[in-house]
């Protein structure tokens, strides 16, 4: 089975907890607000919309359906999708759940497959592959309304992504991208932003050798890439 999931979060950092689960399934979906026990800051909830009130009588996530859905999930068999599936699972692991079965990271596999996208966020990426299109008479197969950010919602746009990304490699191709470092090609941001890395290396070396040492919380595929150019320099 393929699982689509996508959480909504206090924050990006270590320390941030889930507020916000959604999954899709083959013949089901799931959404349930989680409390994370921890408050929600204001940026967070202006992106998910997702305030303190609304979480305050949520189960945690030990406690919660979610929990026991996603521990029936839990197998080698099943496959699990999500756009920057690295953070969605490190939240799960933060409540005690680490995914054992294959991973699709569709961010991950649209920065390989695609790599001269401006953006590859998951709303950049509804727009530029013209998902909006069909997503009305998908939404309504699921009874589901369209909102961005919110989880059950990004879990469907998810699938879509998925389903573009199936024509241009197999399945079991996007799982050994998901599981692999990617080459990038441009730089995605910064003052050479769009760029491509292999003439920045020649260009200016020195700024992308600054970025390794200095961004500690860099991508992981961007680093490896930035290091590749600069190693073949």
Known sequence: MVIFLDTETT????????CALGFIGEDTYHFELINPEKKIPPAASAIHHI??????????FSQSISSEKL???NTTQNILVSHNAPFDLAMLEKEGLTWQGRVIDTLKCSKSLMDD????????LRYELRLYREEKAVFETYNLP???HHALSDALHTKMVLEYLLDLADIERLIEISKSHILLTRLPFGKYAKKRIEEIVLKDPSYLKWMVESLMDMDEDLRYSIDYYLRGK
């Open 11 to 18: 924050g990006v950092d270590p320390k941030d907890r889930m």
């Open 51 to 60: 305030t303190n009130e609304m979480v305050s009588d949520a189960p945690s």
């Open 71 to 73: 521990k029936e999930l």
């Open 117 to 124: 996208l401006e953006g590859y966020g998951l709303q950049f």
């Open 146 to 148: 369209i909102v961005p």
